[in-house]
């Protein structure tokens, strides 16, 4: 018999358990039997907390977004300095891909997703919007303040949002980066741009 543990606790034990299974076996592939057993539960101990393996899945994205999301807002409520905030930034997601490599690798997963479940694709592009939006008033905040360059937000946050995706799908693949250097050349054409002027 499991022990009893708060519902929080053992939510947190099922998606761990449901990321490694869809990292190792694929989503589909990955059966309910399959979580539980990593989970240490029964199939029913499963069911209690989830509806099944969709919504197993959903909730392991949406937690993504939310704990990054939250990190930004925190981080831009806590900073005035645009150069501290994009550098403390630049340093929070590279070394949270190096030392959670499960983390850029289920991005791989929801990628894959995204390409077979039209379903799927519309809640990525609907959590991307809206974590693109928090970016956007982080830049429009520093536009206004006179700290940023008068660029259009939305693009801009858009563009930030593709350099961290695609610096998570670089360690999802494991390919191999210095990130001291990654730092300061992304700091450098972030905040300076890349031409002489």
Known sequence: MTKHLP???????????????????GY???????IARVAGLSKGGIYFHFEGKRQIFEALVR????????YLKKISEELTDYQEM???LARYYL????????????FIVMGEMAGRDESVRKMLASLQ??????????VK?????????????????TLLKGIIDAMEGYF??????????LMETGMEIVMRGLLRT
């Not at 589909?28 to 399959?34: G, H, I, L, Q, S």
């Not at 937690?63 to 939250?70: D, H, L, T």
């Not at 999802?172 to 250097?181: L, R, Y």
């Open 172 to 181: 999802a693949i494991g390919v191999d980066m210095e990130v001291e250097k």
């Open 28 to 34: 589909f592939p990955t059966r309910v039997e399959d």
């Open 129 to 138: 919007k809206e974590y693109t939006q928090v970016i956007a008033q982080i």
């Open 141 to 157: 905040a520093g536009i206004d303040a006179g700290a940023l360059k008068p660029v259009d937000p939305e693009s801009t946050a």
């Open 7 to 25: 519902e929080e606790v053992r939510r947190t034990q099922i998606l761990g358990a449901a990321r490694k299974c869809f990292i190792e076996k």
């Open 95 to 106: 070394d949270y891909f190096r030392s959670r490599p499960d983390y850029p690798r289920f």
């Open 63 to 70: 937690q993504e977004y939310i704990n990054s999301a939250a």
């Open 86 to 88: 994009f550098g403390n």
